[in-house]
C-alpha cells in the first residue's frame, strides 16, 4: 500500500474512532435532557391536577350522556363489567373515545382522576339498584 493511501486510511480510522466515541457522549445527553424536559412536563401535569373523586368526575364528564349509570344520550353503565373486564381495559376505551363519546386525554383527566374514576364505576355496578 503507497505510504499516501496508509496515511490516508489512519486519519480515516482516528476520526471515525473519534466521531463514534463522541457521539454516543452526545447522545447519551441528549437522551438525558429530553428525560428531564418529560419528567418536568408529568411534575407540572401533576401540580395541575385537580384530584377530583370519581363521583366528581363522573358528574362533570359522564353525567351528560349517561344520566345516573341509566341510558341517556349513551348506553346505561350496567354492563361495564362484561364489556371491559379489566380496568386497563376499561381505561384505554375511556382514554381513546368511541363514536361521540369524546376521548379523555391525560390532560383532561389526570391518572389519578382516571383511577377514581374506575374506581367509582366498578363501585356502581356493585351497588344494589
Not at 89 to 114: C, D, T
Amino acid at each position: 500500500m503507497p505510504r499516501y493511501s496508509l496515511s490516508i486510511a489512519v486519519w480515516t480510522l482516528a476520526l471515525v474512532t473519534v466521531v463514534a466515541t463522541t457521539s454516543g457522549c452526545v447522545m447519551s445527553e441528549e437522551v438525558k435532557r429530553i428525560n428531564q424536559v418529560q419528567a418536568e412536563k408529568k411534575r407540572r401535569a401533576e401540580e395541575r391536577t385537580t384530584n377530583l373523586s370519581g363521583e366528581q368526575i363522573f358528574k362533570r364528564s359522564c353525567n351528560t350522556c349517561h344520566p345516573g349509570a341509566q341510558a341517556g344520550m349513551g348506553p346505561a353503565l350496567d354492563k361495564l363489567k362484561e364489556h371491559f373486564p379489566t380496568d386497563k381495559a376499561l381505561k384505554a376505551f375511556l382514554r381513546q373515545g368511541a363514536g361521540v363519546m369524546p376521548a379523555n386525554p391525560v390532560e383532561v383527566i389526570s391518572e389519578k382522576e382516571m383511577d377514581n374514576l374506575i374506581d367509582y364505576l366498578r363501585e356502581l355496578q356493585e351497588s344494589p339498584e
